[in-house]
């Protein structure tokens, strides 16, 4: 139902040496679900650097505000998209709250620990801060930013070590620093629209029927 251009060249990042990352979401037929043995939840391939989540776990997982998942639904790049993933694309805020400011903010801080500082993966390092700059407009403008245009140059020179390890740790204090100066006056709803999604995932299956 929806095929997107996740990674690098989304974000406007991307190098002549990178990778086209695809992630899509497919819904398996309803009678699927009445065996013992499920459809699967997820299909890797069948192209290189693909990977699909069944609806259901798609929604899931984006009610849970997974950085990666919610980021698909905001992606500029949009290859291949049927009647129900406009339907999903259509309620994509639907799957919002405030518990993104801890999942983006969560998911790079436990990177950042593993990362060494005298030998540190800089396309690693590269692909926190941007994760912290997506998760502080996500909490500002209440929607995650996916393109970099504006920091491209400050990233990619993180990317290539060309950027001391002290100023990528001071601009990492600075982002954290931002969302704590929110408190609570973010653009976030406290909870995400479960209702909406319910009656969303109903009509896929449904029409599968």
Request: one cysteine or more; aromatic letters at 8%; charged letters at 30%.
């Amino acid at each position: 139902m929806l095929s997107v251009v996740v990674g690098s060249r989304a974000y406007g990042l991307e190098t002549e040496e990178s990778d086209v990352d695809r992630r899509g979401v497919f819904a398996a037929p309803t009678p699927m679900f009445w065996r013992l043995d499920k459809p699967p939840t997820h299909i890797e391939g069948p192209a290189p650097e693909q990977f699909s989540w069944e609806v259901e776990r798609f929604c899931t997982l984006a009610l849970e505000a997974n950085p990666t998942v919610l980021e698909c639904l905001w992606s500029p790049i949009v290859e291949s998209v049927a009647p129900a993933g406009e339907e999903l694309l259509a309620i994509r805020r639907s799957f919002l709250s405030t518990r993104a400011r801890r999942t983006f903010t969560g998911y790079a801080d436990a990177q950042f620990r593993r990362l060494d500082p005298g030998r540190p993966k800089w396309k690693q390092a590269m692909h926190m801060i941007r994760l912290l700059i997506s998760g502080l407009h996500l909490a500002r403008a209440g929607e995650p930013l996916v393109r970099m245009d504006e920091y491209r140059d400050r990233l990619l020179a993180v990317r290539r070590g060309e950027m001391p390890w002290t100023q990528v740790e001071r601009w990492r204090a600075e982002l954290s620093a931002a969302f704590d100066d929110l408190g609570g006056t973010d653009a976030l709803p406290e909870a995400p629209d479960r209702r909406t999604v319910d009656d969303y995932l109903i009509s896929v299956r449904r029409s599968l029927l």
